[in-house]
């Protein structure tokens, strides 16, 4: 027993250390000063009125970025729950695509489409359309609300869609028996049932735009509270703002993450009776093609700054036209020769790897004693593995510069362990889920009738416990690798000297040079896009698990 909650103390202790101190070490900063607790600081960013525009232009942006993905995700996920028709399975599957791509990389794809003198407008232009070119980013605003919304309404679609699939039907056949029409039935017995999903879905989407910083670089708009978050770093000791935004930051996240958590508890999906079995209509010939050209729209609309970006890679020539003049192998050669692209892959692979193999440890032990062990205190590790999952990224990593810094682990010096710990512990909770999952699949007989037979602990862990749960400690462990190698605020933050950058840096760095940067980097970002969606199907299939299961609150 005592060897038990050793192991237990460890962990717990490491997770506190790594997530727990560094927020606390920002709470801290901002509200004691001198030994003692003031607002001073708290007022003096709030009354500096460039600081209240980026908050309220990220507030802003949040709310127009759950509405826009709402209204994509709310129709396409009653069409997969109540319609039947070919090509079903196969075209869900293809509307989580745009997920395997970071947004802040398809940014530079979609910059020469829908830039001044791109695509669209010299297609329009050679249509008659129009005369003059149209400005569709403005300031860059814009910009980044079409890249999150296509990068982002996957997720809002998943959470409807698991609250559709645990809905009762009868309470929609019970008002349509009583003479409600179609909007009142919607409005007034659908839509309330399914809200637990669908807050959980804002939740999720609310917090990633709001905490995404590649995007906004990347079009450039500053006026926003994550890139101000990341500009003050340059100067912390004299422009200590950053610790007021990132404190706010967090407090509004585990405002939303309980708040959702606790609306999912309370609200039934059902009447509590036995479910009238949901029959999905059957969509055939004229209304079958119509549905077809609307679901290829959406989805070629969603990818195209995939599209872009595998385009721009290709280009040797693409200056006012459609399509690129030129088409080059030379960018992808490149990646492969370059020192900076080097550097970054080679680093990657580094730091996602060590980050696996830690999170493979560490989930297995935490999945282990959440299924298995029964000492007090358990459910403080279950809670320290999750908070992850409603930590941004620019908080962890904001957290580790001030914590850490003047110490031995400054990443000023070197940020290779803390880039590590930031890219495993940021993922951790996925290796939990799957691991945890598997423990519970697991009969426990298995392992009594092993140690009945005369099998020590450590002959039954590998010939009876290990080979039964490694597939989800495999799934999850993949998982991990694909999602370091598209970290981009941790990466951005923490890599600070260029012999350190992963690739997310290096295709930020690519990206805002001239000549062939912007081909380089996009050449590198469809690389890795590739290996993530092979690497999230392959997870998927060993798992047998959705990926819409690592992107749901509760």
């Known amino acids: ?233 340059k100067d912390i000791n004299t422009n200590p703002a950053g610790y007021v935004l990132v404190f706010l930051l967090c407090i509004l996240t585990f405002a939303l993450f309980i708040f959702t958590k606790k609306h999912i508890e309370k609200t039934q999906y059902t009447t509590g009776k036995t479910q009238i079995q949901k029959i999905e ?30 385009l721009y890679s290709f280009s040797k020539k693409w200056f006012f036209s459609v399509f690129p003049f030129e088409y080059t192998l030379e960018y992808y050669k490149t990646v492969f020769t370059h020192r900076l692209t080097k550097t970054g892959i080679f680093n990657s692979l580094i730091y996602s790897s060590l980050s696996t193999t830690i999170d493979i440890f560490l989930g297995f032990f935490i999945g282990y004693i959440l299924a298995r062990w029964k000492i007090k205190g358990k459910g403080l590790l279950d809670i320290l593995s999750m908070i992850p999952l409603v930590i941004p990224g620019i908080i962890l990593a904001f957290g580790y510069v001030t914590t850490f810094s003047n110490t031995i682990l400054d990443p000023k010096n070197n940020p290779v362990f803390l880039i590590i710990l930031s890219y495993s512990l940021r993922r951790l909770p996925y290796i939990v889920r799957t691991t945890y999952s598997s423990f519970l699949q697991l009969n426990e007989n298995l392992q009594e009738a092993s140690y009945s037979l005369g099998a020590t602990n450590t002959v039954t862990f590998r010939r009876i416990v290990f080979p039964l749960v490694s597939p989800g400690v495999f799934a999850g462990g993949i998982l991990v690798f694909a999602f370091s190698l598209m970290e981009v605020s941790c990466s951005l933050i923490l890599a600070i000297r260029e012999k350190y950058y992963p690739i997310s840096k290096v295709i930020y760095t690519l990206a805002g040079r001239v000549t062939d940067g912007p081909n380089t980097a996009c050449s590198l970002g469809v690389i890795v896009m590739i290996f993530t969606g092979i690497s999230l199907f392959i997870s998927m299939k060993i798992f047998s698990k959705k990926i819409g299961d690592f992107f749901r609150i509760g």
Do not use: C
């Not at 103390?9 to 900063?29: A, T």
């Not at 709402?70 to 075209?91: E, H, Y």
């Not at 403005?138 to 645990?166: C, D, E, R, W, Y």
């Open 1 to 233: 027993m005592k060897k038990k909650y050793f192991i237990f103390f460890v962990i717990s202790l490491f997770l506190i250390l790594f997530i727990i101190y560094p927020i606390f070490y920002i709470f801290l900063q901002t509200f004691f000063h001198d030994g003692k607790f003031t607002f001073e600081l708290f007022k003096i960013v709030l009354n500096n009125l460039i600081i209240r525009k980026a908050i309220i232009n990220s507030f802003f942006l949040g709310l127009i970025v759950v509405f826009t993905t709402s209204i994509i995700a709310i129709p396409l996920a009653f069409i997969f729950d109540r319609l039947n028709f070919k090509g079903k399975g196969l075209l869900r599957i293809l509307f989580l695509l745009p997920m395997i791509s970071s947004p802040f990389v398809g940014a530079i794809g979609i910059k020469q489409i829908l830039s001044r003198f791109g695509s669209l407008n010299i297609l329009l232009i050679k249509l008659g359309i129009i005369e003059k070119p149209i400005s569709y980013f403005g300031s860059g605003f814009l910009g980044i609300v079409i890249l999150q919304t296509l990068h982002l309404f996957p997720i809002m679609f998943l959470n409807i869609l698991a609250s559709l699939n645990n809905f009762d039907i009868s309470t929609e056949e019970a008002s349509y028996n009583l003479g409600a029409n179609f909007f009142q039935t919607f409005f007034k017995i659908t839509f309330p049932l399914i809200l637990p999903g669908y807050f959980a879905g804002s939740s999720i989407v609310f917090i990633w735009s709001i905490t995404d910083l590649g995007t906004p670089l990347v079009f450039e708009f500053n006026n926003l509270v994550s890139v101000k978050i990341f500009h003050s770093l």
């Open 281 to 310: 209509r059957q969509i055939k010939g004229k209304n079958l093609f119509i549905l077809y050209i609307l679901l290829f729209v959406v989805l070629f609309i969603s990818l195209l700054p995939h599209f872009a970006l595998v």
